[in-house]
């Protein structure tokens, strides 16, 4: 084999190498692109997730707040109910007694 035959040869891998090396390079772009696009997705999605847990927090703080003024609502009810039940048991006592007065 000749220098010029080993130097073409040489020449030829090394093209060959190079265009390889080009191929490698465009491929490895594209998918840092993809990558990138799909980074930037997670995050959006981390985003709004975060601004629904947020929203959640809050209503869920606005929901507290109702049942804790439901909660003395009914308390008050509670106490108006006692004193309606205590009130009709004097009656009923006071009537029981008027009744036991009266002449048979």
């Given amino acids: 084999m000749s220098l010029l035959q080993a130097t073409l040869i040489t020449a030829i891998a090394t093209a060959v ?13 594209l998918a840092f692109r993809k ?6 997705t997670l995050q959006r999605q981390v985003r709004g997730q975060q601004d629904l847990i947020r929203q959640l ?9 109702q049942l804790e003024l439901q909660r003395q609502h009914f308390e008050q ?3 108006e109910l006692k004193a309606s039940i ?19």
């Fill in 17 to 29: 190498l190079a265009l390889f090396a080009i191929l490698t390079a465009f491929f490895a772009i």
């Fill in 35 to 40: 990558q990138s696009a799909e980074v930037a």
């Fill in 57 to 65: 927090g809050e209503l869920l703080q606005i929901q507290s707040g």
């Fill in 77 to 79: 009810q509670v106490e």
């Fill in 86 to 104: 205590a009130e009709r048991q004097q009656k009923a006592i006071e009537e029981w007694v008027r009744k036991q007065q009266w002449p048979h």
